[in-house]
């Protein structure tokens, strides 16, 4: 069963700065992509940025230059650098991973449990 773990989330004012790191544990093959996903109350989940394993990276429209995604050394780590944070970017930000199955090479996701950013004055 594979885990993932989130921390970095908090309160932070308007412009401000938050990192939020993602790691994942358990018996797989491998991780084929990770990414962020939010959601805001009362709306649906969506993409904030995903990194394959190669490096691509994808983002949101409303992140695009503000928002960072990478990758650990391990690969078994993600990261999500936030600047000039907006109040529109308060949601619950929860992690994803595509892993590759240990035994049969198929693909499934695993979500973390999600850490909460508020971004206000």
């Known amino acids: 069963q594979v885990q993932l773990v989130e921390s970095g989330g908090g309160l932070v004012q308007p412009g401000g700065s938050l990192r939020l790191s993602c790691a994942a544990s358990?018996?797989?093959?491998?991780?084929?992509?990770m990414g962020w996903y939010r959601q805001a109350p009362g709306k649906q989940r969506e993409l904030v940025a995903t990194i394959t394993s190669g490096g691509r990276t994808n983002y949101a429209d409303s992140v695009k230059g503000r928002f960072t995604i990478s990758r650990g050394n391990a690969k078994n780590t993600v990261y999500l650098q936030m600047n000039s944070l907006k109040p529109e970017d308060t949601a619950v930000y929860y992690c994803?991973?595509?892993?590759?199955?240990?035994?049969?090479?198929?693909?499934?996701?695993?979500w973390g449990q999600g850490t909460q950013v508020t971004v206000s004055s």
């Open positions: 994803n991973a595509v892993v590759v199955a240990a035994t049969s090479l198929h693909l499934y996701d695993v």
């Open positions: 358990g018996i797989m093959f491998s991780i084929n992509a």
